[in-house]
DNA sequence: TACGCACTTGGTATCGATATCATTGGTGGT
DNA sequence: ACCACCAATGATATCGATACCAAGTGCGTA
């Protein structure tokens, strides 16, 4: 910059205003400077900026990314979210610094202007942790009274799938899945309420994986225990994929002797056989406002937590 | 850190020194600067750090995350490659700037130490523009003489495949995939030559969508055509899945009439009925790689193109 | 003429760390 | 007693940008 100003006739200062676009500066010379700058490709050193303006200009996203646990790495929905943040936040001159939980002590972390927790659902001590850097924090999830939290509106989710169900006639519907994990937690309560409104009593079966052979077994434990049931709400595609191919191998067919509606609305759902029905969370959006809200954050206007409308895809099953 | 010194009773580059674990100061004195530092909370600012050595400890990574472009966004690899390369980099003490190719202008990016480009496959041009920053960089997809390349054995994966149908004693293979994309190129190019040993010259069906229909369509137009055939080798799982569903419609049993591979070997092939086989890829040891190349260019070290074995997992198809 | 004001521009200090060179005190060899 | 040398510590300059306060213009008004 020094060297820009000696070549231009001007203060180093000026440069300073004329390239962050300042009206202290005429016109003219403002852009005969940053037309200079540009020809002689002169870059900002950041680290300087940062150092004199005490901010980083950087939002640290932390992301479980051990494979097998919380399922995060084994589809691509992460993916999304973490798209949405980073587009919404480098419109916005931030730049996204991403970690897992185990790299989050790094001092880079620390300097970031602020945080973003993926997948830390069933972590709330992990969460906490975080919160005591004290910088502005927002955490994708289920929504509680301690953090700022978007997440989409899994009792909504759950709330849809039993007015569905109570359309088709079911009267015996089973939720499988695991309810420890907040957002799961919430797409129950939102069935069971929803179904209590018509007198219904939905049974749980309990299932902490989320593949197709986890759906499958559930649906053998039904059967064995002799249960009667007529729809299944499963937490996730591949549950309810499973749960299907099961049901057919037990003579039993869906839709016809049995309703299942999937979560997540993957690629693959569309094209199942029969086409499955299931839950869509718009991640992407997700991604969007996690950022606005940090930015908000960042610049000291008061934020809340926020839930996201989902919608449900009425397909054959 | 001049708080600190005043408090200690020593001079501030004492404080640096003794935080860095310098040999320079005593080990009690550096000990005991080191617990003060940790009683009172003290961090170290990364950005004046960084302005002084003009590192900034960071490794940008550029990927495409436009959904429906390259399919990125519709599998989860990519966040495992992600995974890897963040492990590795933290543990040596770097961070992970993440960013989309339109927010790789941002001034944090050209203030990154070293560069890694996941995804951008078919975009040579956005390489070289990015091997302009004159930064270390490594890319992940298919070699070329142009960049320091990480990638699974392409050429492997297609050779291996061609074997396996030599030793079924197919002899009319097909080739499902989009060969513009260079990394499929090189699959193709392992096929037709480990076939070509055996006097076998395949088919190419050319499909650029990676999706169940996609597949079933390719199948579709051959058995319009009535061409011969009894292998199919498809570049990605849901086109395998896609075909062989399309087979059965068609009157055709896989494995009996067809032989089909796919590959990613994604979770849901193992439960494909019959059970899919598929070209593994290790990611996660992919990113670890990347990771590794980068570090070393950063620190001068000459590094070279590297490629992963990959590994043929047979089922039942 | 003198004063106040808007518009531009500049001088200097500062953000928080580290590199370089200097300084101190002690030790051992001759 | 002298010098060379090592270990430990410190003073100062520096990285590259921006904040703060000042100051030089030109213009309108009392």
């Known amino acids: 910059m020094a060297d820009l100003a000696e070549m231009a006739g001007v ?3 000026t440069i300073s205003r004329a ?4 009206p202290l500066v005429n016109r003219e010379t403002r852009e005969r400077l940053q037309a200079l700058a540009h020809e002689l ?3 900002l050193n950041v680290s300087a900026r940062n150092l004199r303006l005490r901010r980083s200009h950087t939002v640290a996203v932390i992301v479980e990314m051990k494979p097998s646990h919380d399922r995060t790495m084994l589809d691509p929905y992460p993916l999304i979210l973490l798209g949405g943040i980073s587009q919404e936040l480098t419109a916005h001159g931030y730049s996204v610094l991403l970690t897992t ?3 989050a002590t790094a001092a880079a972390v620390q300097a970031a202007d602020g945080l973003i927790l993926l997948g830390q659902g069933s972590r709330q001590d992990a969460v906490r942790r975080f919160d005591k850097l004290g910088l502005p924090m927002v955490v994708w999830g289920a929504p509680g009274d301690e953090h700022i939290v978007v997440g989409s509106d899994n009792s909504q989710g759950g709330r849809v799938v039993a007015e569905h169900f109570i359309r088709l006639g079911r009267r015996n519907p089973v939720f499988v899945g695991n309810p420890n ?5 919430e797409r129950l309560n939102g069935f069971v309420d929803a179904l209590a409104a018509h007198g219904i009593k939905p049974l749980l079966i309990r299932r902490d994986e989320f ?3 986890s759906g499958g077994d559930a649906m053998h434990s039904l059967m064995d225990r002799g249960v009667p049931f007529d729809a299944v709400f499963a937490c996730s595609d591949l549950l309810a994929m499973g749960a299907i191919r099961a049901l057919n191998t037990l003579g039993r067919t869906v839709p016809n002797d049995v309703s299942v ?3 997540d609305d993957m690629p693959l759902a569309a094209s199942f056989l029969p086409p499955l029905s299931s839950v869509r969370q718009d991640w992407q959006e997700g991604g969007t406002l996690l950022a606005r809200k940090v930015l908000a954050l960042i ?3 008061p934020e809340q937590s926020e839930t996201l409308p989902v919608e449900l895809i009425v397909r054959e099953t």
């Open 211 to 213: 593949t197709l052979a």
């Open 299 to 301: 610049g000291d206007q």
């Open 261 to 263: 509606v999937g979560y």
């Open 101 to 103: 939980r185990q790299g």
């Open 11 to 13: 203060s180093k200062i």
């Open 181 to 185: 994990h907040p957002e799961i937690f």
């Open 41 to 43: 490709g002169y870059k």
């Open 19 to 22: 390239l962050s676009d300042s």
